[in-house]
């Protein structure tokens, strides 16, 4: 069975560096063809994908954020960290991880789903 | 303004069918990239209802189905029941952008 579980602080301030991370367990990220990724919902909005890292420690980041953006991996620990900088109000939001599912053609990834996701942090910029 | 359009909301009554759009473009649905759906139960992390266009996970009632034409795709729920009530999520992956999501779809039972 699958888990991951997402920790990190409720409450940064504006400006400040946030850092998540995902433990999970169920699976390794040693294991080809496995991906971790990190997606966000502001509250009553819409999910927005983050940032995602394969197996192979290739990483992938939403062009519009990709600036502020790092995603690391510990495959020892069974870890995923997220970093974003230069927080601000409109980053407060519940930060999810989730396992990635990849489909593959002649060893390029075509395709990924999430299956399954963390429960979900919520995470507030304020001052 | 998401990348896959999704109306804001949909009703039935139950024992009704509805369905829900995801419409895209070329560089998205179009360029043939599979669209996966989600199921968000109030105040719950949202789960995997459909994978590569049509397929259901293990445990997903087969009142979900999955489609797929062109630039847009479709989740059609049959037999609607009072626990569909829920936001529905479409995702697939923009040649230019990477993973997207659209902009969510609220069910009611009414």
């Known amino acids: 069975q699958i888990t991951l579980k997402e920790s990190g602080p409720t409450l940064v301030k504006p400006t400040q560096t946030l850092t998540l991370t995902c433990t999970f367990s169920?699976?390794?990220?040693?294991?080809?063809?496995?991906?971790v990724g990190w997606i966000r919902q502001p509250p009553g909005k819409a999910l927005e994908w983050l940032a995602l890292?394969?197996?192979?420690?290739?990483?992938r980041y939403s062009p519009s954020l990709k600036s502020r953006l790092t995603i690391t991996k510990d495959t020892s620990k069974n870890q995923v960290v997220l970093t974003m900088t230069n927080m601000d109000p409109v980053d407060t939001a519940t930060y999810y991880c989730?396992?990635?599912?990849?489909?593959?053609?002649?060893?390029?990834?075509?395709?990924?789903?999430?299956?399954?996701w963390g429960q979900g942090t919520l995470v507030t910029v304020s001052s | 303004q998401s990348v896959l359009t999704q109306p804001p909301s949909v009703s039935g009554a139950p024992g009704q069918r509805v369905t829900i759009s995801c419409t895209g473009s070329s560089s998205n649905i179009g360029a043939g990239y599979d669209v996966h759906w989600y199921q968000q139960l109030p105040g719950t992390a949202p789960k995997l209802l459909i994978y590569?266009?049509?397929n259901r996970p293990s445990g997903v009632p087969d009142r979900f189905s999955g489609s797929k034409s062109g630039t847009s795709a479709s989740l059609a729920i049959t037999g609607l029941q009072a626990e569909d009530e829920a936001d529905y999520y479409c995702q697939s992956y923009d040649s230019s952008l990477s993973e997207v999501f659209g902009g969510g779809t609220k069910l009611t039972v009414l």
């Open positions: 890292i394969y197996w192979n420690d290739d990483k």
């Open positions: 169920g699976f390794s990220l040693s294991t080809s063809g496995v991906g």
């Open positions: 590569g266009n049509s």
């Open positions: 989730a396992h990635i599912i990849i489909t593959m053609v002649r060893g390029v990834i075509i395709n990924n789903w999430f299956d399954p």
